[in-house]
C-alpha cells in the first residue's frame, strides 16, 4: 500500500499561483509515474499533469506553459506549481502514483478555487 499526503490548496485570484505538493509512503519503492488529477464540479476526472521514470512530463494542453510538474525521488515526492491562474482551473486535485505491483493510489483530494 502507498499512502499520500497532499498540501497547498487554497484560494487566489486570477493570474496568481499557488504550489501543491505530496507525499508518498508505504511501499514506494514500486512506484514509477506520480501525477496530478483534478475534478471540477459536475465533470469528470481530467489529467493535469504526470511525470515518470521513463518519459519526460506529461501535461494537459489547458495547463500548458503555466503548470509545472516536478518530482523528488529521495523525497517521494511530487510538487505542482501553477502559474497563471484562470478561474477555470477551480477544481479539487488529486495527487496520483502507479507502481509495478499494486497498481493505482489517490490522495484525498485538495481544492483550489480561482477568483475572478
Known amino acids: 500500500q502507498v499512502q499520500l499526503v497532499e498540501s497547498g490548496g487554497g484560494l487566489v485570484q486570477a493570474g496568481g499561483s499557488l504550489r501543491l505538493s505530496c507525499t508518498a509512503s508505504?511501499?514506494?519503492?514500486?512506484?514509477?509515474?506520480m501525477g496530478w488529477y483534478r475534478q471540477a464540479p459536475e465533470k469528470q476526472r481530467e489529467l493535469v499533469a504526470t511525470?515518470?521514470?521513463?518519459?519526460?512530463?506529461n501535461y494537459a494542453d489547458s495547463v500548458k506553459g503555466r503548470f509545472t510538474i516536478s518530482r523528488d525521488n529521495l523525497k517521494n515526492t511530487v510538487s505542482l506549481q501553477m502559474n497563471s491562474l484562470k478561474p477555470e482551473d477551480t477544481a479539487v486535485y488529486y495527487c496520483?502514483?502507479?507502481?509495478?505491483?499494486?497498481?493505482?493510489?489517490w490522495g484525498r483530494g485538495t481544492q483550489v478555487t480561482v477568483s475572478s
Open positions: 508505504g511501499r514506494t519503492s514500486n512506484i514509477y509515474a
Open positions: 511525470i515518470s521514470n521513463y518519459d519526460a512530463p
Open positions: 496520483n502514483v502507479r507502481t509495478a505491483y499494486y497498481g493505482d493510489f
